[in-house]
């Protein structure tokens, strides 16, 4: 696990809602030197129907990536991840209006938040901005974690505990063409798993 993040729990996560964070505060800033051309497979700059198919069978785990359907026009499941070296359960949603991809979100369980980490920082380089968030449970337990950010040219990644659902984790990967472009990434990423208890109710 990486030195500069931690998170000090107070108080039992799973099954838990939260309410918003209590402070805020950065640690560093630098340059991204590894900003990526693509994400699991998938081209961030490329025309997204083009380069993913449909899924064209019933089955949830084709060998190389597909795209699924969801109940919103722009959005879809990515099948066929390749393999990761984290905990099973992840899954991968794409935001692509019209073709043009705008942001990949990549979920899974919050209990192997440290080989997420490990997979970003050796892949990505470390990250930019490291901001401390203290977060308050409705029980009024509160437990400070950590949201890490990556900013390149064209490319924003930030990874955080899912504070909708703080028994996940979701590394968000948007994707603008202007510099001057103001990007608004959500705090809250949209849940996806790969394996059979898929939850796409905020999709």
Not at 15 to 20: C, I
Not at 137 to 162: H, N, P, T
Request: a negative charge.
């Amino acid at each position: 696990m990486k030195p500069f993040i931690f998170l000090s729990l107070f108080a039992s996560l799973m099954g838990a809602a939260s309410v918003p964070a209590l402070a805020d505060q950065d640690y560093q800033q630098t340059s991204w030197l590894k900003e990526p051309t693509e994400f699991l497979g998938v081209d961030l700059h490329s025309d997204f129907n083009k380069q993913i198919p449909l899924c064209t069978d019933n089955s949830s785990r084709p060998k190389t990536p597909c795209r699924l359907a969801t109940s919103s026009p722009d959005r879809f499941e990515i099948r066929g991840l390749p393999y990761l070296p984290i905990s099973p359960g992840y899954g991968m949603v794409a935001v692509a209006p019209h073709g043009k991809l705008t942001e990949l979100v990549l979920s899974g369980s919050a209990n192997s938040l440290h080989l997420v980490v490990d997979m970003l920082t050796d892949k990505f380089g470390e990250p930019g901005v490291v901001t401390s968030r203290w977060i308050k449970m409705s029980s009024g337990a509160s437990f400070q974690s950590e949201v890490l950010k990556w900013e390149g040219e064209k490319v924003v990644m930030k990874f955080q505990r899912d504070e909708g659902n703080l028994s996940r984790y979701a590394v968000t990967v948007s994707v603008f063409t202007d510099p001057s472009e103001t990007l608004e990434i959500e705090e809250t990423a949209k849940p996806a798993t790969q394996d059979g208890n898929r939850d796409f109710s905020k999709i």
